[in-house]
Structure formats: structure tokens, C-alpha cells
């Protein structure tokens, strides 16, 4: 039997972890044991000064960004906009791998085949510039580069958990589909903001060419027969955790259910449902 | 106010906890990035935040 102390102890790192990172359902499990059988319950300025910590990370850097640097940016901006093949393209919805940027590098290279319009490549660009001078202001040592997490979804997500007051969260559940046997992850959305991002680890690589992911989101006030259509995306590297922002073609009143289906590389408007891989229901 | 209490953290503490909130990053992701081992890292961030709490306890007015 674990003694009393121990057990607070193991308590106060699981209320630390949850605010933080987050808890695996192991780890949920225990807080949950822990807490019952201690009589105690989560401490709130925990709470608080994890808020507070967000905040800090919405604060803009109090150093302006290199005159040299903006200048660049705004001359490749206008590059690219003045390129006669510049026309916006529309993206693939899968997750965006940017280099981790050190304040005075120089600006991304866009990756050959990245198919992307010039608006978002400066945007892109631009928020890799604006996290790498948060990461060097706040580190204050540059980062390593090449990483190859992908920072902008994760950051965009954040900031929408930070940033909107009605977020909900929910976990996926796999279904029997044999794509799904090792996925786990989760899902935000925020029906004010029509926003969110969806998580996912484990789920099996998919082959672009021959099949891709897609998001329905069912909405309580439009025929279920019809679901939202949340975006097709792709899974490159099952075991990396991947962040896919969620990219719903209709306003979404009140959803009900989440769900993933495996369809045709352009997606379908109708899905036949045949193969559902994840599902999130909404707890009303 | 929250950004001052965070630069008074230790360097190692204050670089952890921003990978966690504002890159999103998992304990595991962290020590793989930082190449630190995954008990480090969990005991920087959960030292951090509450050094971070303490801080903003301690501030003029209360931030908590």
C-alpha cells in the first residue's frame, strides 16, 4: 500500500501533467483512484497558473522584428505575388510540417511540390518567423532546427484552446476498421469560432493516390443523413502525433458526432459509411 | 505580468513549459527535441509550473 504522502505526491504530478500536457487515460484512471481514495480534489491556482501560463504565450515578443528580417519577407511576399502563375492553389488538409526557425534566420524555403498560394506561404513564413523569435526571446538560446514536428497546426491549436471560451474536447474511439486498430488522439472544436484541430497518433499511413481520410461532423440541426463535410486529410507517419486543423465547408450549429471515414483520394460529398475509423460523440 | 514570472524561471524549466503550451508537445516529444531524458523533462515541467504559480503568487495585486 502506497503511503499517504506518496499518494499526494503522485497527485500533485498528475494535476501538473493534465494541465500541461495532458493525461493518457492510464494516467486519468489514476488521478481518478487517487483522488478517491485521498478525499482530495484537484487544486486550482494549479489550474490558474497553467492559464496563465497560455496568456504568456499569446503576449506579442516585445522585440520587434528585425527591420532586415520584415524587409525580406515583405520583398519575397511580393515576389511570389507578382509571380504570374501565383494564384492561390487550394491546399491539401493534411497537417503542416514547418522548419523550427531561429529569429534571424532567413525566411523558409517553400519545399519543391509544396502546393501551396503565396498568401499562405507568406503566412506560413510568417508564423515561422514570429515562433522562432518567441522560442529565441524566451529560451534564450536558439532552438535547434529540423525538427520535424509540425508547429503550426499545434500552435494554431493552442492558441484556439487559449484563445476561445467554448472549446470542447473530445477523445476519439476506434471502430473495428483495421486502419484504426492503433489510433488514439482527440479533437477540439470551437462552435463560435467554426474552428478546431483533431489529433491523431497511430492511425495507419494512408496512400494519397489511392485513398485518404475525411472528416464528418454531424450536426444536430441539419439532416444526419447529410453530415458536414470537415476536410480530407492524409497520414504520413502513423507513429508521429499529428495535428490536422479541421476544415468544415459548412457553418456547424450544434454538433453531435465526429467522425472519420477512409474514401476516394478527392473525398466524396456523400459518404457511404462503408469504412469508419473514428468516431467522437459530444456529451450533451 | 504572466511573461515577466516565466523569464525569472530557470532556463531549462521556462524552455519546457513552452514546448508543452504554446508548441503542444508532449512530455515524450519534448525529451526527444531537447534530447533530455523523459524524467527530466517531466520534472522540469511540473518544477516549472509550480515555481510559476509561486511567482505569480508573489506578485504585486496576486495574479492568482
Known sequence: MTDVPDRHARLVELWLDDQLVGLSPEDAEQRAALEHATGIEADPSLERAAAALHLAMLEPPPEVMPEALQEKIVAAFSEKAAEPDAAPVEPRSQAVVIPWMPAQAEPAEVPSGFAIGWGRWAATVLIAVLVGALGTRLFGVEPSQNTTIDLAPRAARQALLADAKDVIRLEWKTTDNAQAQAASGDLVWSPSKQRGFMRFRGLAKNVPEKSRYQLWIFDQKRDERYPVDGGVFDIAEPTNEIVVPIDAKLPVTTASLFAVTVEPPKGVVVSDREQIVLTAKVKN | ?64
Open chain 2, 1 to 64: 505580468m504572466a511573461c515577466r514570472a516565466l523569464a525569472q524561471l530557470p532556463q531549462e524549466e521556462r524552455r519546457v513549459l513552452v514546448l508543452a503550451s504554446y508548441y503542444g508537445l508532449t512530455h515524450q516529444e519534448i525529451a526527444r527535441e531537447t534530447d533530455q531524458p523523459l524524467g527530466t523533462v517531466k520534472t522540469r515541467a511540473r518544477r516549472g509550473l509550480l515555481r510559476l504559480r509561486a511567482l505569480l503568487e508573489q506578485a504585486p495585486g496576486g495574479a492568482l
